[in-house]
Nanobody, 123 residues
Framework: QVQLVESGGGLVQAGGSLRLSCAAS????????MGWFRQAPGKARSFVAA????????YYADFVKGRFTASRDNAKKTVYLQMSNLEPDDTAVYSC????????????????WGQGTQVTVSS
């Protein structure tokens, strides 16, 4: 089992920044990849970014447009999502997830999910 706990969400004005954290515990294997997804009210969950524990390879959704950066601290078993130049459309619950190799852009790849953290961007 892998437990994931997100933190760092909150309310920010458009153009502002937030850094989300996702701490992993339990049997978090170095072969896992960590994904970030988001879900806005009335919308489907969508992929945001992913990063591999081993090599730190990163993957991003097109809408990120260079505004978000995923990183990890292997010693702390924590991944981060630095979000900059936030827009009101970025308002959503952001969740991290852990899964083995596969299509990192697909939620089906991930077996473990955190509870999510709310990000609200005001205009």
């Amino acid at each position: 089992q892998v437990q994931l706990v997100e933190s760092g969400g909150g309310l920010v004005q458009a153009g502002g920044s937030l850094r989300l954290s996702c701490a992993a515990s339990g049997r978090a294997s170095s072969s896992y990849a960590m994904g970030w997804f988001r879900q806005a009210p009335g919308k489907a969950r969508s992929f945001v970014a992913a990063i591999t524990w081993a090599g730190g390879s990163t993957y991003y959704a097109d809408f990120v447009k260079g505004r978000f950066t995923a990183s990890r601290d292997n010693a702390k078993k924590t991944v981060y999502l630095q979000m900059s130049n936030l827009e009101p459309d970025d308002t959503a619950v952001y969740s991290c997830a852990a899964g083995r190799a596969g299509n990192y852009y697909s939620a089906a790849t991930y077996n473990y999910w955190g509870q999510g953290t709310q990000v609200t961007v005001s205009s």
